[in-house]
């Protein structure tokens, strides 16, 4: 990866991008390094404008879809808009027969469940991270690394499957009842245990977003120069010691980044929480009870969803979902940007 | 004490991948048979029948998304690695991006609102429109990266050549970089084949065979959510099968793409 900036294109414009310029033509001609005559030479100029309109035409489609997305949105959702106006977003009510909407339920469920989801996450992120830069042995690494990328391979809706058959029953038997005997007096783990719920669906997107947080914070932490590293062991520090002091200090914006797109990847969410989340509009402060987060409400709810004003409720809620991510991933770029200062956001496998 | 842990870690987030794979496979293996591929399903509680319409519906839609996500994203692509370093470049990448961040089902909903309201019916090619925006981002920004490890030695060698620089794009930059422009294509389909959400309202799904882009069609993904959620254990065997033939689907098409992509290595460039 590191290689990469020193491939960098600089500028090969100048060689061919201006030669409309008549004294470049004759130039070009005086060098006569391809004999042509001016139609020759025109014409060459007039495909390269014509591939490069192309190509440029294809960029702006990825900003005309974006903007294209946002605007429909908001049209289909302007019914809901001027009905409900603000409270739509503080409101408790979900009742399809009154035509009355308030998403303040769903919000909270998102929210939730993908903090729930960052705090299993991180920690095993950043473990798994610093474990393939800095301990692995060099052969097991390319395996460990697959291995982490095969998990973000698998399809959301297998992870709810697996939710419903093998976790949702793992949690209601060993370790629901667990946390209610030790921790019943915090009030977050008490209520029936159902295993599904609000406690399951943060378990299975703790799972979806370990793989993006955790290359993520690789990158970054491979971005912290050597010398870092070498300067603290120098002074004596341990293994650990360097980590904590060399390499997860100066990683520190980049991996709260990689944070942030896990949350964003989290509040998107669908399929899966909308299988093991248990899908009921409540604000419980167990984690044992059912929830319901944006996504899941407009997947499962959408088809069904009779009346203009139900339909456009549920519009608003994908807008409030669309304009929220659009916020944390741009807060992410940032984040990561200023580690590894424009390298590739990405690895490439 | 403080590395053990670390350790740990690695090892703890292994276990649920393993998990996964494993009862995927030893719960789909009970209801896979040949059937189970080339039928259409039979009506809930029947014995039997299989998944065959989904299977070839998901491939369909596949087929149609990349006819809209790869030219798209490949120019997109070319534009940000080889005309793309200014403010519009950084304004198309930061957009990207925020494309990729955008959550499946959000996309789902603009493509039902772009073409099943117009259409006033469900049907394959608003589930393509769907899959194939959410193609997009991923092959432009990983043909940009691919695109810019090209040795500028080369381009400038072709244009030296009087090559003129859309020649040596498409012949000599793109071709250099085939192997790697694959692999992101591979990418784009790792990450849609398994996308339910977005064809929750746009292919909708369909019991039956069904060819036709303007028709609805079933999917995969999809068949495994409706099966199960509904409450019979059969259902539930047939979902298992599903899952474990979608999952076999993309593993292989990935690993036999980079397979062939991988002997042929990225041209010129160690």
Redesign the interface.
Same mark, same amino acid.
């Given at each position: 990866m590191q290689t990469v900036p020193e491939h960098r294109p600089s500028r090969n414009s100048e060689v061919s991008e201006e030669p409309s310029a008549p004294d470049t033509v004759v130039t070009r001609e005086k060098l006569a390094v391809v004999p042509k005559n001016r139609a020759a030479v025109r014409e060459k100029v007039f495909a390269d404008q014509i591939f490069r309109g192309l190509v440029i035409l294809c960029a702006l489609a990825v900003l005309a879809i974006v903007g294209l997305i946002f605007f429909e949105l908001v049209n289909q959702s302007h019914l809901s808009i001027s009905k409900f106006g603000f409270k739509f977003l503080i409101k408790q009510i979900w009742d399809p027969v009154a035509e009355d909407f308030g998403a303040l339920p769903f919000i909270y469920g998102t929210v939730v469940s993908s903090l729930l989801g960052l705090i299993i996450a991180v920690p095993l992120s950043i473990g798994t991270a610093l474990f393939l830069t800095e301990i692995c042995p060099r052969r097991l690494r390319a395996v460990l690394s697959l291995l982490v990328e095969l998990l973000a391979a698998i399809p959301s809706v297998i992870y709810g499957l697996w939710g419903i058959f093998v976790l949702a029953p793992f949690l209601r038997v060993y370790v629901q009842p667990f946390l209610a005997r030790y921790f019943g007096w915090t009030g977050l783990f008490s209520g029936p245990k159902y295993g599904w719920g609000m406690l399951a669906a943060g378990v299975i997107i703790s799972i979806m977003i370990l793989p993006i947080i955790a290359s993520i914070t690789r990158e970054v932490i491979t971005a912290v120069p050597r010398v870092q590293r070498e300067a603290a062991l120098a002074l004596g520090a341990t293994k650990w010691e360097m980590l904590r002091m060399a390499v997860l200090r100066n990683a520190r914006p980049g991996i709260f980044g990689a944070t942030i797109l896990g949350l964003g990847r989290a509040l998107g969410e669908t399929m899966a929480v909308t299988m093991v989340i248990g899908n009921r509009p409540e604000i419980a402060r167990s984690l044992f009870a059912p929830g319901y987060t944006l996504a899941s409400a407009v997947a499962n709810e959408f088809t069904e969803a009779v009346g203009n004003t139900y339909l456009s409720a549920l519009m608003e809620m994908a807008l409030v979902l669309f304009v929220i991510t659009l916020i944390v991933n741009a807060l992410a770029g940032l984040l990561v940007w200023s580690v590894t200062r424009g390298m590739p956001a990405r690895a490439l496998a | 004490?403080?590395?053990g842990?670390?350790? =740990?870690?690695?090892l703890? !987030?292994?276990v649920?991948?393993f998990?996964?794979l494993a @009862?995927?496979v030893v719960?789909g293996l009970g209801a896979l048979n040949w059937a189970f591929l080339t039928q259409i399903p039979k009506p809930i509680g029947e014995e039997g029948g299989g998944m065959g319409n989904a299977i070839a519906g998901s491939i369909l839609l596949l087929g149609y998304a990349s006819l809209i996500g790869v030219?798209?994203?490949?120019?997109?692509g !070319?534009?940000?690695?080889?005309?793309?370093?200014n403010k519009?470049?950084n304004?198309?990448r930061?957009?990207?991006?925020?494309?990729?961040?955008?959550?499946?089902?959000?996309?789902g909903?603009?493509a039902?609102?772009?073409v099943v309201v117009p259409q006033k019916h469900f049907s394959m090619l608003a589930g393509s429109v769907a899959l194939g925006?959410m193609m997009?981002?991923v092959i432009?920004?990983?043909t940009?990266?691919?695109l810019?490890?090209?040795?500028?030695s080369i381009?400038?060698a072709a244009?030296?050549?009087?090559i003129?620089?859309?020649?040596t794009?498409?012949s000599v930059v793109l071709r250099t970089a085939s192997a790697?422009i694959v @692999?992101s294509i591979m990418?784009a389909f790792?990450r849609i084949?398994?996308?339910?959400?977005p064809l929750?309202?746009t292919a909708?799904g369909n019991e039956f065979w069904s060819m036709n882009p303007n028709q609805p069609v079933a999917s995969l993904?999809?068949q495994?959510?409706k099966y199960?959620?509904q409450p019979y254990e059969q259902a539930?065997a047939q979902?298992?099968t599903a899952?474990l033939v =979608?999952?076999s689907m993309?593993?292989v098409t990935?690993t036999f793409f980079r397979f062939i992509v991988g002997r042929r290595a990225i041209k010129g460039v160690s």
């Open positions: - | 004490m403080a590395l842990l670390i350790t =740990l870690a690695a703890i !987030v292994t649920p991948l998990l996964i @009862t995927v719960r030219p798209l994203g490949i120019g997109a !070319v534009f940000l690695a080889e005309y793309g370093r519009f470049g304004v198309v930061f957009t990207a991006d925020a494309l990729n961040g955008v959550p499946s089902v959000v996309i909903m603009t039902w609102a772009l925006i997009i981002p432009s920004r990983t940009e990266e691919v810019l490890l090209v040795p500028q381009r400038e244009l030296g050549l009087g003129p620089k859309w020649r794009i498409l790697g @692999t990418l790792a084949a398994g996308e339910s959400a929750m309202f909708f993904p999809l495994i959510y199960a959620i539930h979902a298992w899952a =979608l999952i993309i593993v990935v």
